[in-house]
């Protein structure tokens, strides 16, 4: 999947939540700035964001998240989400499930738990721009 994001200092965790849904505070990684290793390095990311939280209970969005906004892939990679969400024991519980609608709700967390789900640990796995999940889009995945 590529590098890390360069290193940059960051303060705080990224705060997911609030409009209804409970908050959710998620350990930034070993990165955060723009991927400069393996096959993603100096990759333009075009659109967006629509509603990404970084460090510091603070979320970025453009006006218009579909217009035209060139910038860095950002990385910050970090096992801590991953041992949370979408470890062993959370991959085989998926697996497990005989209706579709049980495999999904451990798939993508249920809403308004405070359980990113397998999918979005994933995602938040990655941090910044990689990390658009279905937390933010309880309405459906974006993903």
């Known amino acids: 999947m590529g590098g890390n994001g360069a290193k940059i200092q960051q303060t705080g965790d990224i705060v997911l939540g ?3 849904l409970p908050y959710l505070s998620l350990p930034t990684g070993s990165g955060g700035g723009c991927v400069t290793t393996g096959p993603f390095k100096n990759m333009t990311v075009n659109l967006g964001p629509a509603d990404l939280s970084i460090p510091g209970n603070i979320t970025l969005a453009q006006a218009n998240p ?58 938040y796995s990655f941090g910044k721009t990689a990390s658009l999940s279905r ?9």
């Open 135 to 143: 937390y933010h889009y309880p309405q459906g995945s974006v993903c």
């Open 66 to 123: 579909l217009a035209y906004n060139p910038r860095c892939l950002k990385r910050d990679l970090t096992d801590a989400i991953n041992t949370r969400f979408a470890n062993a024991t959370s991959i085989m519980n998926t697996i497990k499930q005989k209706a579709i609608y049980d495999f999904e709700m451990i798939m993508q967390g249920i809403p308004g738990s405070g359980d990113l789900g397998v999918h979005g640990g994933g995602h």
């Open 18 to 20: 609030g409009g209804g």
